[in-house]
């Protein structure tokens, strides 16, 4: 089963630290839309044998298109694709575009599914990170939610903030525990190039927090979430049992995806492709029906690659049979080296014919998927 990820290109303001693609005036809504759904039609048959699982709405900012925007483009993906066995409909809402009765359209659309952009519910680190809402519209949010049926509500943190202190993280943790959502995704702040936070690193008004200190809002998170009924699934993500992303879960597994709308991402059948990163390109490249993304194969080295990095931050790992049914013998006797040596370490283990990375290693995921690595 294959996923569909839609790319909406709006926020109202940049945060920080964000490096998705998006611009700030919405006034090409209207043509945005129309292309998009033009694009739906054009990549009809990328997934034509397949079912369609989940559809996920990004960005950007998905809540700043109206109902009639969303269910236009969600009736365009019923008219093109086999969606009738779809069994999650995500969209990204950010809290302050929250009403009910814009909730309720949603539900009527047919999305089951809401991700919000919390952060944190510490109204002067929302401020430092530029998020436009405050943590109590985030706390109504949620309450607004479930109100208009939503059962599935995932809420995203961010941690390894400058000048975060552990008691402001511990508050942030227990206030989400507290809104009873079933799933959690929890990223410590990277500080990419062309982002505002990066200009002020590079410029010393801000430094990274310390490894020590990482650790340790790590471990609280996977502490108190694991003690609230949370599954550490993945590196970066927590659900109640059973309701893992299916979305992303399909990624981690190396599923096709289609991915549209500007600078949008696709998997399929081993070729990677990518739509281009300017809205106003790809208004008049899908309209003027020329070339409006590039791709690539994957190698055998680029499969192996993605294999052990999407499977080693998952709580399941990396499975032998698949690996080795990808693989060629020189990717395998890599692999058999660094898996000796990275056992021998206590770094991953070897369970029922998948590779794990230990508990207590966890948070140097990254390192130890490097170690692992064709370069
Ligand atoms: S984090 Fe979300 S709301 Fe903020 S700029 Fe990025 S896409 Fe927009």
Not at 8 to 16: A, D, E, M, R
Request: hydrophobic residues 35%; aromatic residues 10%; proline residues 2%.
């Amino acid at each position: 089963m294959a996923g569909i990820y839609i790319h909406v290109p709006y926020c109202i303001q940049k945060c920080g630290y964000c490096d998705f693609y998006s611009i700030i005036r919405l006034t090409s809504k209207e043509d945005f839309v129309a292309t998009l759904i033009k694009e739906i039609e054009i990549r009809k048959s990328a997934l034509v044998k397949e079912g369609i699982q989940t559809i996920y709405f990004g960005g950007g900012t998905p809540s700043l298109l109206s109902i009639d925007e969303l269910g236009r483009i969600y009736k365009a993906l019923k008219e093109h694709f086999d969606i009738s066995n779809v069994q999650e409909v995500t969209i990204e809402v950010n809290p302050d575009d929250v009403t009910h009765d814009f909730l309720k359209s949603l539900k009527n659309i047919g999305f089951n599914r809401l991700s919000m952009g919390v952060q944190s519910f510490n109204n002067k680190i929302l401020a430092f990170m530029n998020r436009r809402h405050s943590a109590d519209q985030a706390k109504n949010a949620v309450q607004i939610a479930k109100q208009a049926g939503f059962n599935n509500i995932s809420i995203d943190l961010i941690y390894g903030i400058p000048n975060m202190s552990m008691e402001c993280w511990r508050d942030s943790i227990d206030q989400t525990i507290d809104m009873d959502v079933q799933h959690i995704s929890a990223y410590h702040l990277t500080f990419e190039p062309d982002t505002p936070f990066f200009t002020k690193l590079k410029r010393n008004e801000i430094q990274e927090i310390k490894d020590d200190d990482s650790l340790q809002q790590y471990n609280l998170l996977v502490k108190r979430l694991t003690e609230a009924g949370f599954i550490d699934y993945e590196i970066s993500n927590f659900s109640k049992p059973s309701l893992e992303s299916q979305h992303n879960s399909n990624y981690w597994k190396g599923n096709n995806y289609l991915g549209l709308g500007p600078s949008a991402h696709s998997f399929i059948n081993q070729v990677r492709s990518w739509n281009v990163s300017d809205l106003n390109e790809y208004i008049s490249l899908v309209n003027n029906a020329k070339n409006f993304s590039e791709q690539e194969e994957l190698s055998f080295k680029d499969i192996y690659n993605e294999t052990i990095m999407l499977g080693l931050r998952t709580r399941k790992g990396v499975d032998l049979k698949q690996l080795k049914h990808d693989g060629n013998p020189e990717i395998l006797s890599h692999f058999s080296k660094e898996l000796k040596i990275n056992m021998a370490a206590g770094n991953v283990y070897e369970q029922e014919g998948f590779i794990r990375i230990s508990d207590d290693k966890k948070f140097l995921t990254d390192k130890i998927i490097s170690n692992f690595f064709i370069v």
